[in-house]
């Protein structure tokens, strides 16, 4: 069974810059997940997807971050303008169903350094 | 919402003995409890989970123990070897969100 799948895995930019992320779950995977994992901490969730609809988008910083899963498989998040504080590890994440105890299975990550 | 604290932050143990993680949630309606192995550079991997239906379970040298009147798990690794360096994270889940502790870094030295 294919992993979920990230790119790009390293990505360097100005701040005030914008920037992309994809994501490609596995295979028959309804729930899609962003986090955000800063050096040293464990991941924060951003936005929670199941099919192509937001379950959850409460610690997602609506007025810089964007997240869309428009067909219900590949996902995008972008981060436009993008700040100091942004510089992180993307993780993308996916489970079979939103179930709470639905095993979740990480991608390996976008580091992202904002210069 | 969730609130996960875990210690220790750094674990040095000889290879051979034991280590022990634990973890503390504050949502008692937590019911799904994973740990996760991240190695340096890679991705976050589950090594095992316990739901809050059971109180203990086991897989080879790991095992996790869960509390539920207390709130607290803890994750036990025995006979630790090399390839058991790597940092440890506990999660709870509730409502469907999974919220994570900070980490623990294990070093495991020959």
């Known amino acids: 069974e294919a992993g979920v799948a990230q790119s790009p895995r390293y990505k360097i930019i100005e701040k005030r810059q914008s920037v992309a992320f994809w994501c490609n779950p596995i295979s028959g995977h309804a729930t899609l997940y962003w986090y955000q994992q800063i050096l040293g901490q464990g991941p924060k969730l951003l936005i929670q997807f199941q099919n192509n609809g937001v379950v959850d988008d409460s610690q997602l910083p609506k007025d810089r971050f964007s997240a869309e899963r428009l067909k219900g498989v590949d996902s995008t998040l972008k981060i436009q303008p993008a700040k100091l504080e942004d510089s992180a590890v993307y993780l993308c994440?996916?489970?079979?169903?939103?179930?709470?105890?639905?095993?979740?299975?990480f991608g390996p990550g976008t580091r992202l350094t904002v210069l | 919402g969730e609130n996960v604290e875990q210690h220790p932050s750094t674990l040095s143990v000889q290879e051979g003995d034991s280590a022990v993680i634990k973890c503390t949630y504050s949502?008692?309606?937590?019911?799904?409890f994973p740990w996760y192995k991240q190695e340096l550079g890679k991705r976050p991997q589950l090594i095992i989970d316990i739901r809050s239906n059971v109180g203990e379970k086991k897989d080879q040298r790991i095992a996790v123990t869960l509390n539920k009147t207390a709130k607290h798990f803890s994750l036990h690794i025995t006979e630790t070897q090399p390839e058991d360096s790597a940092v440890y994270f506990c999660?709870?889940?509730?409502?469907?969100?999974?919220?994570f502790g900070a980490g623990t870094q294990v070093v495991v030295t020959p």
């Open positions: 999660a709870a889940s509730g409502w469907g969100k999974l919220q």
């Open positions: 949502d008692s309606a937590s019911n799904y």
């Open positions: 994440a996916s489970s079979l169903d939103t179930g709470n105890t639905d095993t979740q299975y």
